[in-house]
T-cell receptor, first 113, second 113 residues
Framework: AQKVTQAQTEISVVEKEDVTLDCVYE???????LFWYKQPPSGELVFLIRRNSFDEQNEISGRYSWNFQKSTSSFNFTITASQVVDSAVYFCALKDSSYKLIFGSGTRLLVRP | SQTIHQWPATLVQPVGSPLSLECTVE??????LYWYRQAAGRGLQLLFY??????ISSEVPQNLSASRPQDRQFILSSKKLLLSDSGFYLC????????????FGPGTRLTVT
């Protein structure tokens, strides 16, 4: 069965600190897709990144970077030099052979000035 | 570009009253459409998805129903609301094939009193 675990319920950091959000997934499929979404206080989920199971290259986009490791079934998200605007709930999600996106329970990030 | 709309933005309804939430997508054709519910402080639960007009799949048995009367319109309904129906309802869309990320609407915050 598919499952996504975000063990960190809430993280609090001071502005400019680096922070890593953990995501561990389970699936029996060999082809699958992993995602990160951001949910700011307004509520709308914002798509951040998709990663395919056959592409383990890490990705960097500005202050955001993602580390995908199939060996440990992890897809971690790092924010470098965090800012107050990064405060949000972040969701990791998995899609394999079904139509469904399986979401983790989310990690609430609070960046304090 | 594609946009997704949901209305109303907020709704307060008494127990036992009917419900109708609407979602429309602009700028694309034949999207897959999804309804999610997010209870306070929790992750997202997929309620319904649709791959075409009149084609609805239910993920969770409950007193809610969904309909897709037009290609880009998705409606969530209930004949009699329960207190447990309170939550944040999000509509999402994507296209089939290689594009798997879902794009979410602004959401409807429903409070059943």
């Amino acid at each position: 069965a598919q499952k996504v675990t975000q063990a960190q319920t809430e993280i609090s950091v001071v502005e400019k600190e680096d922070v890593t959000l953990d995501c561990v997934y389970e699936t029996r499929d060999t082809t699958y897709y992993l995602f990160w979404y951001k949910q700011p206080p307004s509520g709308e989920l914002v798509f951040l990144i998709r990663r395919n199971s056959f592409d383990e290259q890490n990705e960097i986009s500005g202050r955001y970077s993602w580390n995908f490791q199939k060996s440990t079934s992890s897809f971690n998200f790092t924010i470098t030099a965090s800012q107050v605007v990064d405060s949000a709930v972040y969701f990791c999600a998995l899609k394999d052979s079904s139509y469904k996106l399986i979401f983790g329970s989310g990690t609430r990030l609070l960046v304090r000035p | 570009s594609q946009t997704i709309h949901q209305w109303p933005a907020t709704l307060v309804q008494p127990v036992g009253s009917p419900l109708s939430l609407e979602c429309t997508v602009e700028g694309t054709s034949n999207p897959n459409l999804y309804w999610y519910r997010q209870a306070a402080g929790r992750g997202l639960q997929l309620l319904f998805y649709s791959v075409g007009i009149g084609q609805i799949s239910s993920e969770v048995p409950q007193n809610l129903s969904a309909s897709r009367p037009q290609d880009r319109q998705f409606i969530l309904s209930s004949k009699k609301l329960l207190l447990s129906d309170s939550g944040f309802y999000l509509c999402a869309w994507n296209l089939g094939g290689l594009t798997y990320e879902q794009y979410f609407g602004p959401g409807t915050r429903l409070t059943v009193t």
